[in-house]
Each structure stands twice: as C-alpha cells, then as structure tokens.
Nanobody, 126 residues
Framework: QVQLVESGGRLVQAGGSLRLSCAVS????????MGWFRQAPGQERAFVGA????????YYAEAVKDRFTISRDIAKNTVYLQMNTLKPEDTAVYYC???????????????????WGQGTQVTVSS
C-alpha cells in the first residue's frame, strides 16, 4: 500500500510560478512511476506528466512540457511539480498518482495508476 499527500496548491496570478509537492509513504514504491494529473471543473482528469522514481526519467503532456518540471527527492520521499508561466487554463485540482504496473514512462492513461492522492487546488487568475 502506498499513500500520497499533495500540498502547495493556492491562488496565483497568471505568469506566476508554483511548486506542488507529493509526499509518498508506504512499501516498495521506489520502483514505481509517479504521475501528476489535473482535473478542471466539468472536464475529465488529464495527464500532466510522470517520472520514474528510480531512474528519474520524465515525460510530459504537450500542453505543459515547456513550462512544468517534475522532480523527486529520494531522501524526502517527495515528488514535485514545478509550474512556471502559469495560465488561467492551468486552473484545476492537481493529483499525484503512483503506478506499480508501468511498462514505459511515456504513457498518459490514468487507469495505469494504482494509488491516488486527495488532490490540491490550483487557481490561476487572469
């Protein structure tokens, strides 16, 4: 079992930056793939990016790949989502997720993920 707790979401102005954190606990998650997803009101949950916990390899959605960066701190058991040049369309609840069944880093489907955090709200004002 793996537990995920997101934090860092808040109201920010367009053009600003924000860093979300995902604290990870539990067993045997060092071989997992960690993903970030987001869900805006009235929309389906969408892939943002992912990182392999062990190798650090990352993969991003096209909409964010030049603005967002995912990293992990192994000592702190924490995954980060650094978001720069934020836009109003980035407003959403952001979720951290963990996949034990991954095959490659470059997939976007949420069904691959076994564990989810509770989400943290990010609101970007124009």
């Amino acid at each position: 079992q793996v537990q995920l707790v997101e934090s860092g979401g808040r109201l920010v102005q367009a053009g600003g930056s924000l860093r979300l954190s995902c604290a990870v606990s539990g067993r045997n998650f060092y071989s997992y793939k960690m993903g970030w997803f987001r869900q805006a009101p009235g929309q389906e949950r969408a892939f943002v990016g992912a990182i392999l916990w062990s190798a650090g390899q990352t993969y991003y959605a096209e909409a964010v790949k030049d603005r967002f960066t995912i990293s992990r701190d192994i000592a702190k058991n924490t995954v980060y989502l650094q978001m720069n040049t934020l836009k109003p369309e980035d407003t959403a609840v952001y979720y951290c997720a963990a996949s034990a069944r991954w095959v490659v880093v470059a997939t976007t489907t949420s069904s691959e993920y076994d564990y989810w955090g509770q989400g943290t709200q990010v609101t970007v004002s124009s």
